[in-house]
Nanobody
Framework: QVQLVESGGGLVQAGGSLRLSCAAS????????MGWYHQAPGKQRELVAT???????NYADSVKGRFTISRDNAKNVVYLQMNSLKPEDTAVYYC????????WGQGTQVTVSS
C-alpha cells in the first residue's frame, strides 16, 4: 500500500513563497507520474502541475511562471515550489502519484492572505 506524506503548507502573505513536499513510501513498483492538485472551498479538485518520470512537466495556466514542480526519483519525493502567491491560490493541496493506479495524499492547507 502506497502512503503519501505531504508537508510545507501554511499561511503566507500575497507575493510570498511556499514549498510543498510529498514523500511516497510502500511502493513495490516503479512510481510513474507525480503531481499536485488543489481544491478550494466549494470547488472541484483541479490540476496544478504534473511531472513524468522523465521530468516532463505540465502546469495549469493559472500557475505558469509562478510554480515549479520537481521530483527526486531516488527519494520518491515530489516538490512544488510556489512563488508570487495570490489569494486565489488558497486551497487544500493534494499530492498525487501513479503506481499502477492513482494514490492521493491527505492534503495540506495553503492560505494566502491579501
Amino acid at each position: 500500500q502506497v502512503q503519501l506524506v505531504e508537508s510545507g503548507g501554511g499561511l503566507v502573505q500575497a507575493g510570498g513563497s511556499l514549498r510543498l513536499s510529498c514523500a511516497a513510501s510502500g511502493s513495490s513498483g516503479s512510481i510513474g507520474t507525480m503531481g499536485w492538485y488543489h481544491q478550494a472551498p466549494g470547488k472541484q479538485r483541479e490540476l496544478v502541475a504534473t511531472i513524468t518520470t522523465r521530468g516532463s512537466t505540465n502546469y495549469a495556466d493559472s500557475v505558469k511562471g509562478r510554480f515549479t514542480i520537481s521530483r527526486d526519483n531516488a527519494k520518491n519525493v515530489v516538490y512544488l515550489q510556489m512563488n508570487s502567491l495570490k489569494p486565489e491560490d488558497t486551497a487544500v493541496y493534494y499530492c498525487y502519484v501513479n503506481v499502477g493506479r492513482g494514490y492521493w495524499g491527505q492534503g495540506t492547507q495553503v492560505t494566502v492572505s491579501s
